[in-house]
């Protein structure tokens, strides 16, 4: 048989089959990596491993690793429920969205130092629900210059109570040392335990206490920035 006779013969084996990647498939893997090994387990080569693909895949869909961090943000903040807002009065909103917001990030509390202090350019899902926040203040008679302060105050406090969440129930507990702290052992012992989720029914009260708290004042100032202009 001649050379140019010669059948072909086909490939059995082609090139492996590339992995399709996606914004949403990075979203998820990142997410997957930080709740297994903290923030500090999310790495451009890390993501890359856990998607199974070359490091340079990665950057067909984000620059750098802020890129993935924007995208985490967005798709933790479009969980928070900002429904409340133009349906119902400003304090029942504020309340909805709240406690909203920190079931969201008591999921996810490794983020939250990071999201914290992450600036929002680029991140159009947490620009929504910013813009949800700021109509639903401005139409409750909000001035404007006290709205984005009144949110950072609110969200503080949020981000602060969902780390509370997963506290362990005996972290005021004295131990050995209750008498000679006997009145702070004694308010321990006393927290009232009403209205509280089965999982963390202290951490709900204080909650609810703070936040009460929260948009009273908030009111307050609200009313004097009207009454007096400053």
């Keep these: 048989m001649t050379a140019e006779a010669a059948p072909r013969k086909h490939r059995t084996a082609g090139r492996p089959v590339q992995k399709i990647l996606s914004k949403e498939a990075i979203t998820v893997a990142a997410l997957k990596l930080i709740a ?4 500090d387990a ?41 429904s409340g807002f133009g349906a119902l009065p400003w304090d029942e909103a504020v309340r909805r969205w709240a406690w909203s917001y920190r079931e969201v990030f008591s999921q996810h509390t490794p983020l939250i130092p990071v999201i914290a202090v992450l600036p929002v350019t680029g991140a159009p899902r947490t620009l929504a629900m910013y813009e949800e926040l700021t109509s639903g203040f401005l139409a409750a008679g909000w001035p404007e210059p006290l709205v984005v302060p009144a949110i950072v105050a609110l969200e503080s406090f949020i981000f602060g109570s969902a780390f509370d969440v997963t506290a362990p129930e005996d972290i005021f507990e004295s131990g050995e040392l209750a008498k000679a702290n006997p009145k702070f ?46």
């Design 36 to 39: 297994s090994g903290g923030y």
């Design 42 to 82: 999310l790495t451009m080569s890390g993501l890359a491993r856990h998607l199974g693909v070359a490091p340079s895949a990665l950057y067909n869909h984000v620059a750098s690793k802020h890129d993935v961090l924007l995208l985490v943000q967005d798709h933790i903040m479009a969980n928070v429920d900002v």
């Design 185 to 230: 052992s004694a308010a321990v012992r006393a927290r009232q335990r009403n209205g509280g989720s089965a999982a963390s029914p202290t951490a709900d009260a204080a909650f609810r206490l703070g936040l009460e708290g929260l948009i009273s004042g908030l009111e307050e100032q609200r009313r004097s920035w009207a009454a007096h202009g400053a």
